[in-house]
């Protein structure tokens, strides 16, 4: 298994552009989520999914957009990418209910938006 | 909703010598406890959770934690640290009432080894 796979892993952007980070699991998990790390913040939730089809909104969801239409993919999309988004972005997924299993991370994506 | 406060945001040790990062939480509701560890320029790697059962939490790399529920704590220790155990510790927690919103973390402790 691949574990939590993102791509990029860094990128630059301009203000004003968009672009949609990826994020892919083999492991069959239901709950997948997108975490944002800021220097001196710790971890923010931004989006989370319980499955295919269902997502919804963590502690910082402004200015970003999810979707899931499959178990295995999770993308996290910039629709008009703002410097307040610089920040390094983590995926991460587990099996069920959040409570009671590991969540797995991925590699992360480190995003300068200048 | 809950909180995390991890009240040293750098602890410096020399080596072989002991730790402890500290970590208190704030919930309403009960709540299951993690650390985890992030080593430079990678993603976050489980050490230890507690969800039930013994308040004594034993993880990888020789790491324990324990579950204080009337101080409201889980605290992190090691008996004897080594060089390559130098990374960025984040306490996390979550309520156990079922609801998928999510860890909340800590701020994180950078914990540095001086040979």
């Known amino acids: 298994n691949a574990g939590v796979t993102q791509t990029p892993k860094f990128q630059v952007l301009k203000t004003g552009q968009s672009m949609t980070l990826q994020c892919a699991q083999d492991?069959?998990?239901?709950?997948m989520s997108w975490y944002r790390q800021d220097p001196g913040m710790g971890l923010r939730l931004i989006h989370y999914s319980v499955g295919a089809g269902i997502t919804d909104q963590g502690e910082v969801p402004n200015g970003y957009n999810v979707s899931r239409s499959t178990t295995e993919d999770f993308p996290l999309r910039l629709l008009s990418a703002a410097p307040s988004q610089t920040s390094v972005y983590f995926c991460?997924?587990?099996?069920?209910?959040?409570?009671?299993?590991?969540?797995?991370f991925g590699p992360g994506t480190r995003l300068t938006v200048l | 909703a809950q909180s995390v406060t991890q009240l040293d945001s750098q602890v410096p040790v020399f080596e072989e010598a002991p730790v402890e990062l500290r970590c208190n939480y704030s919930?309403?509701?009960?709540?299951?406890l993690f650390w985890y560890v992030q080593y430079p320029n990678q993603g976050l790697q489980l050490l230890l959770k507690?969800?039930?059962?013994?308040?004594l939490v034993k993880g990888i790399n020789g790491f324990e934690a324990e579950f204080n529920k009337s101080q409201t704590s889980f605290h992190l220790r090691k008996p004897s640290v080594h060089i390559s155990d130098t990374a960025e510790y984040f306490c996390?927690?979550?309520?156990?009432?079922?609801?998928?919103?999510?860890?909340?973390f800590g701020k994180g402790t950078h914990l540095i080894i001086q040979p």
């Open positions: 919930s309403s509701v009960s709540v299951y």
């Open positions: 492991m069959n998990h239901e709950y």
């Open positions: 991460a997924s587990s099996k069920q209910g959040l409570e009671a299993d590991t969540q797995y």
């Open positions: 507690y969800l039930s059962g013994s308040t």
């Open positions: 996390a927690v979550t309520g156990t009432g079922g609801g998928a919103d999510g860890l909340t």
